[in-house]
């Protein structure tokens, strides 16, 4: 085997080994608990759930955005469920890494495929993990960056083979494969409608128009699989409602609260992370440089649907992952030129470029990675504080830290249920949850019977102590059961029996050397 083939296979090898290792950051408190007690509860009961069994709060209705979320992932749920059940955080931790990794070899693979310099493809790639390293979690919609760049590939292979007269039957089967799979592993499956309908759109214009067309019969071939593709898609357990949940969602008011749904540059200076903001303006405008500079051959579908996904990816930074992906995949047929012009005037410094990049990420990989450590994410999570729970019982109900509810519904569930997840079902409860934490709590827990608070000292990533611990721990009606470095635990003063007491004094100065 000569040098350059092994150089050709061994180095994409070793850029997504060290995707794969930058992508095992340890498990923290990420929405992976709500959906592992999902599948749990979907498996020991045979059939999905309509209502929520998880918190005590949630109205039992039929809230369309509630039912879809319940619903919707139910695939992804089981799968997350089984791997932990069968090799436990560990093989939990590699499947996240084994999901982030698989989209972006997606890309890859669709960027050679339009022609785009593979060593020039893998450089380009290389930069997207740190650019989005705050999606570095096991969460449902990395079933989406799948299936968004799987598809766009798929379409692209068979309209192509399409006009080469080419064979089509494993493409009759992958497409409405792809998007029934896609329908039942996560909501998102809507950007595939997008895709579809807009080749679609665009491809009959120019069989109208009869330029640079598919013949009648070809034609008539895409519309099928096409609109098969879409319809099948309907077969999920929640239909239709996908569609107007994700509206309604978009116009609701979860969208002023949830950082998620904030503008991207708004998200970007919340977390001091303005690089992300700048890294997918400057993807932007690379994408939409080298399509002006091809205007006479451009596929008008590429131009609409990539800036249909920049401007989703500024509006809300949840998208912004979808833009760096697709404005790359599809800005490349008019960038692949450029690329092999580049490679064949300076082979020396896209071979410098890559060896860095393969440095820089081998450095961080190695700063992040999981691996020869822990792998939970320690700084945050409340396994103390759940554990004392379990062992203790102290009196419910219990009132606890929007980003704890995930976790601790895991744990406490069949026994115990929570006051809210990171699922936010209802609004209505997130704004009782809001003027709780913000030591606005006595007619929250007047209402829901709350005798016990799980809360985190300092709030994650912003590091702050929340109104709602500072308030409680000078409320004499209120007493420490429970305290480490991350958690603290109060019951009300006449519910305390069968628990030590701990002092206050010593527990606030314990509290206040954490911020010091």
Known sequence: ??????????????????????????????DYWWHMSSGRWIWENLSIPAVDYFTYTVPQDDNIRRVVILKAYYLGQLSFYFIYSWFGIWGL???????????????????????????????LVALLPFLFYRFDELRAVVFSFIGAIALLFLIEKFIDRLKLDQSLR???????????????????????????????FFETLKFIRKSNSLD????????????????????????????????????????????????????????????????????????????????????????????????????????????????????SPYYSEASRQIRMAAPRLVAVMLLAAVIILAYFSSQRTAIARSPWENAYMPIGAAQFIVDKRPPGHIFNA????????????????????????????????????????????????????????????????????????????????????????????DMTSGLDILNKNRVIEFINKLFT
């Open 93 to 123: 931790l590699f499947y996240k890494a084994a999901l982030l990794t698989l989209p972006l070899w997606l890309l890859w693979r669709y960027l050679c495929y339009k022609k785009v310099e593979p060593a020039v493809g893998l450089i």
């Open 170 to 200: 494993l493409y009759y089967f992958l497409l409405p494969l792809t998007m029934l799979l896609w329908a039942n592993l996560h909501r998102g499956f809507l950007i595939g409608w997008v895709l579809l309908t807009g080749f679609l």
């Open 402 to 493: 929007f980003e704890y509810g995930g976790y601790l519904g895991w744990k406490l569930y069949p026994k115990d249920k929570i006051f809210i997840d990171q699922r936010n079902l209802d609004y209505a409860v997130y704004e009782e949850y809001g003027k709780a934490r913000n030591g606005k709590y006595q007619a929250v827990f007047d209402k829901y019977g709350i005798n016990t608070v799980v809360f985190y000292i300092a709030q994650p990533v912003l590091n702050k102590m929340p109104p709602i611990v500072a308030k409680l721990l000078y409320d004499k009606d209120w007493q420490v059961v429970y305290v480490d470095g991350k958690s603290i635990v109060f019951v009300q003063s």
């Open 216 to 331: 009648s019969a070809s034609y008539k071939k895409m519309v099928i699989v096409f609109l098969v593709s879409i319809f099948i898609s309907l077969l999920n357990p929640n239909g239709f409602n996908p569609v107007m949940a994700n509206f309604s969602e978009l116009g609701g008011p979860f969208v002023n609260v949830v950082d998620e749904f904030f503008p991207l540059w708004k998200y970007s200076t919340l977390y001091d992370a303005q690089f992300l903001f700048y890294g997918c303006l400057a993807l932007s405008l690379f994408g939409i440089y080298f399509m002006i500079r091809a205007w006479r051959v451009l596929n008008p579908a590429h131009l609409i649907l990539m800036l249909g996904f920049i401007y989703q990816g500024f509006s809300t930074y949840r998208f912004s992952y979808f833009l760096a992906v697709m404005v790359l995949a599809l800005a």
């Open 1 to 30: 085997m000569g040098r350059s083939v092994i150089l050709r296979y061994s180095i994409p090898v070793l850029v997504f080994g060290l995707v794969f290792v930058f992508h095992t950051y340890p498990m923290g408190l990420s």
